[in-house]
């Protein structure tokens, strides 16, 4: 979920950089050492889990899990998220130098928002593990597409059927990245329950 | 996992200091994103160009990288041509082509592989490791470099463990296919990963802090500019106000 180079206004990217700059600032006024060497690498096997495809009928998705690395990281999510799109931009040309900002706020506003409301119930009993995942993956995935959709629509009228697009086609993975995220997180919760307490 | 696909090489590209590729390269992407002109983007286009051939880096990969770029250019294409209004270009029974459809994902177009052979040729035919060190120098918050370094060095690690675990599935039979029992497998597959990335984290912050870590890496070494720099930063000024006044 990137928006390449060369289609949005200025203002959104400008906005973008600023919104993404305040969670990074904050992200790393909170964190400490030993935070920093965790996030950072969460955020290295967030970056491998993405190269996971699952097949859906003739085609394949591949998983987001922002959701999950807001849970896991907390305040850090912007950081975590926004080293990730940085390595991309720089290596692979996914995303861009000029829209790293927007991007980062697109994904990692949302990890933010289930951090907030979701992690007051992970622990506890099964149900409530497996809702709190399945909510959280489904969420973060949806908040992230409406983001994507709406940046791409101040970019102009041209663009609002590939914003359409662009959010029917990320239906699917909702579901798909709620299921995973509920499972791993009930994996987690019963096998090394104090990572989802540190 | 070999990642940095273009940083190994002789050109004078590669031995020209980290900051100033970084330095040369914002502005001249930046430009290249928001201009609305044509002419200025082709300009750009062909800037990239003669920067891809002097640091000598076209070969199959560079096409490949490339045509990954471009593949939401088919959506653009394959859409904004029929939809938007304007002066008549050419039309079809039904369909009919505005002018404004073909210069809107043009432009789109030029512009993506223009920045995307400015980030190889500048930044990358620098190794991540430099550029870390160039963004310390030029006042990049060292939490976050060094938190960037960290990430960068144990992508390979976890790729490593990414490749041996999905091995040890298929030894055992598992093939993904659309169904519940697939789910399960990935998720728990996921889960695991995270685990062992959380346990080796806790390992090497333990090493850190038994060397005195304190958050961020010492600069031991510094920069100098040479005269290949300034030559660099000079025709780098050029081609930027060459594209502004076009």
């Known amino acids: 979920m990137h928006i390449s180079e060369g289609i949005l206004p200025w203002t959104t990217l400008a906005g973008g950089y600023a919104a993404s700059a305040l969670g990074v600032a904050i ?32 085609t394949n998705i591949h998983l987001v899990m922002n959701g999950f690395i807001g849970l896991l990281t907390g305040w850090s999510c912007f950081i975590a998220v926004g080293i990730a799109l940085l390595l991309q931009a720089l290596l692979f040309q996914f995303g ?16 933010l928002a289930c951090f907030l409301i979701f992690s007051p119930f992970l622990s506890g009993k099964k149900i409530s593990v497996l809702l709190t995942g399945f909510f959280s993956g489904f969420i973060s995935v949806f908040l992230s597409t409406l983001l994507l959709s709406f940046s791409l629509v101040t970019a102009g009228e041209p663009f609002i059927p590939a914003a359409k697009l662009v959010f029917a086609a990320n239906l699917p993975l909702m579901i798909v990245d709620g299921m995973i995220t509920a499972l791993a997180l009930r994996f987690i919760e019963r096998v090394k329950p104090e990572i989802l307490t540190s | 996992m070999q990642i940095e696909s273009f940083s190994k090489g002789r050109s004078p590209l590669h031995s020209t200091d980290p900051r100033m590729k970084l330095l040369a390269c914002l502005p001249l992407i930046m430009l290249t994103a928001l201009s609305q002109d044509i002419l200025q983007v082709t300009a750009s286009l062909a800037g990239g160009i003669i920067l891809a051939a002097v640091a000598g880096i076209y070969s199959r990969l560079l ?18 041509p029929f939809t938007i209004s304007g002066e008549h270009f050419w039309n079809s029974g039904p369909l009919s082509i505005s002018r404004e459809g073909i210069t809107l994902p043009l432009l789109v177009t030029l512009k993506t592989n223009a920045i995307a052979l400015y980030t190889i040729a500048l930044p990358g035919t620098s190794t991540i490791i430099a550029l870390s060190h160039a963004m310390l ?26 490749s041996k675990m999905l091995r040890m599935l298929e030894a055992r039979g598992f093939r993904a296919s659309t169904n519940i029992h697939t789910i399960k497998v990935y998720a728990f597959f996921t889960g695991m990963l995270f685990i062992k990335s959380h346990e080796r984290s806790e390992r090497v912050y333990n090493a850190l802090v038994m060397r005195n870590f304190r958050g961020e890496f010492p600069l031991l070494t510094h920069f100098t500019l040479k005269r290949r720099e300034l030559i660099f930063m000079a025709a780098m000024s050029c081609l930027f106000m060459l594209i502004v006044l076009l």
């Not at chain 2, 096409?63 to 904004?80: D, E, G, K, P, Y």
């Open chain 1, 27 to 58: 992200g790393l006024k909170k964190i400490e050492d030993r935070q920093m060497v965790k996030t950072a690498m969460l955020s290295s096997t967030f970056f491998i889990v993405s190269f996971i495809h699952i097949p859906l009928g003739p």
């Open chain 1, 96 to 111: 861009g130098i000029t829209t790293l900002g927007i991007n980062t706020f697109n994904m990692a506003l949302p990890a």
């Open chain 2, 63 to 80: 096409f490949q990288r490339l045509a990954t770029v471009n593949v939401f250019m088919i959506f653009l294409w394959a859409t904004m």
């Open chain 2, 137 to 162: 120098h030029l006042r990049v918050p060292g939490k976050l470099v060094t938190m960037f370094y960290f990430f960068y060095r144990y992508i390979g690690v976890f790729a490593d463990e990414f």
